[in-house]
């Protein structure tokens, strides 16, 4: 069972919470110089030197790819299990014209981070769910997977070899992408015949470029995300690419991202195009149903944990988009945004707006989830893995 934060930690917590719709998270992801004095010290790295870290500038990293020195491969063949793989230099692979990822798109991908204690520890948070999502997608793209030990061992050994990129406390996190692919060159539509599970990882800050502001998200109604029997409900790398028509109509609009609606009504809200949907009004706190079309997040699953033990009623169900209207708050979750608040949501030329900074439902599960994620908070649910 989660406590709610001790007196504290709760001051420690709320120095880098959201105080206003404008307002920075600080040290938490070095975005801003306004947290208190006693937090920035508590941030210090307190056992590694200048010298242990990558020569980059901690202070202002945004969410891009950064090359780093290492990153691991492993292969097998069609019909077969995989084997150890080996850590190789970071650079490109080789892949032949007719590869089954080329040709058909027969891939699955994941995304987990890796936080550095003040102490210096490597904190993992998990993993082991991001290895059940691969194997459950790619069962769905015809393909052999890493068992959940491999997968997680892949994951260690990245990021051990790759140690100096993890930013230091306070500074952003190294995002890791750990990547299923059929390699084996195939002409014919089928599954390839060879298969390279691959893991590299680069340090990253916030997901959006506004930084810790609020959302503001476009209803989508010419394009749907996904369809039912589709492959909505796995990480397909099929899934997001058609995605970016929306999203950059959006965003010449001055939106941050889309919100999409089901495919069969268009009436019901599903997801955004990067991350999952919750609305709170009350004491309730509503996220859609997991049916197929809805990718199971690790983040969302973790902040419906949290959410139930602080008692909050937490409902996985259909939400029409009509209740947009008489909600409370609204707020996004993933693995790259982590908890993301919803200034407003604009649907057929209206714009509803929502409740955003201090004092929110959705700032008090970001502060317990980051302060489980950093160590701050015991993590009393077994969710931490210790990189060591």
Not at 124 to 137: S, Y
Not at 233 to 238: A, D, E, F, H, P
Not at 260 to 266: A, E, G, T
Not at 329 to 336: H, S
Request: proline share 4%; hydrophobic share 35%; with cysteine.
């Amino acid at each position: 069972m989660i406590q709610r934060i001790s007196a504290g930690l709760g001051n420690l917590v709320q120095s880098f919470r959201v105080a206003s719709s404008s307002s920075k998270i600080g040290c938490y992801y070095g975005f801003s110089s306004q947290a208190s004095s006693s937090l920035q010290q508590t941030c210090e790295p307190s056992i590694y030197r200048e010298d242990d870290y990558a020569d980059l500038d901690w202070d202002n990293l945004g969410f891009g790819i950064m090359p780093t020195d290492y990153m691991y491969l492993m292969k097998c063949s069609k019909g077969e299990d995989f084997e150890q793989g080996q850590l190789n230099r970071y650079g490109n692979i080789e892949l032949g014209p007719a590869a089954g990822v080329l040709n058909y798109g027969q891939a699955v991908y994941e995304g987990t981070k890796v936080h550095r204690k003040e102490d210096g520890r490597l904190l993992l948070f998990r993993p082991e769910q991001n290895a059940i999502r691969m194997k459950f997608g790619a069962e769905r793209m015809c393909m052999p997977s890493p068992s959940t030990d491999q997968f997680v061992d892949a994951v260690k050994q990245t990021v051990l070899a790759n140690k100096r990129w993890v930013p230091p406390p306070g500074k952003g996190s190294l995002y890791i992408r750990p990547l299923l692919m059929g390699s084996g060159q195939i002409l014919g539509l089928g599954a390839a015949l060879e298969y390279t599970f691959l893991v590299y990882v680069s340090p990253v800050g916030n997901y959006f470029k506004e930084g810790f502001a609020p959302l503001n998200l476009y209803v989508e109604k010419d394009f749907d995300r996904a369809s039912r029997g589709g492959t909505g409900g796995i990480k397909s790398i099929t899934n997001y690419a058609p995605g970016l028509k929306a999203l950059t109509k959006a965003k010449n609009r001055g939106f941050s991202d889309v919100l999409y609606l089901d495919s069969v009504n268009r009436k019901n809200i599903e997801e955004v195009s990067s991350c999952n949907i919750f609305i709170v009004k009350g004491n309730a706190i509503s996220t859609p149903a997991i049916n197929g079309t809805i990718l199971p997040g690790v983040t969302r699953r973790s902040i419906i944990e949290i959410a139930r033990d602080y008692g909050y009623q937490v409902e996985e169900r259909v939400i029409p988009i009509d209740e947009l209207i008489d909600a409370d708050e609204v707020f996004c979750t993933g693995t790259a945004v982590g908890v993301a608040s919803v200034g407003s949501i604009t649907y057929e030329g209206k714009r509803i707006k929502f409740k955003t900074g201090a004092q929110t439902v959705s700032q008090e599960l970001y502060s317990t989830l980051v302060g489980i994620k950093m160590g701050l908070i015991e993590d009393k649910m077994g969710w931490i893995v210790e990189i060591e």
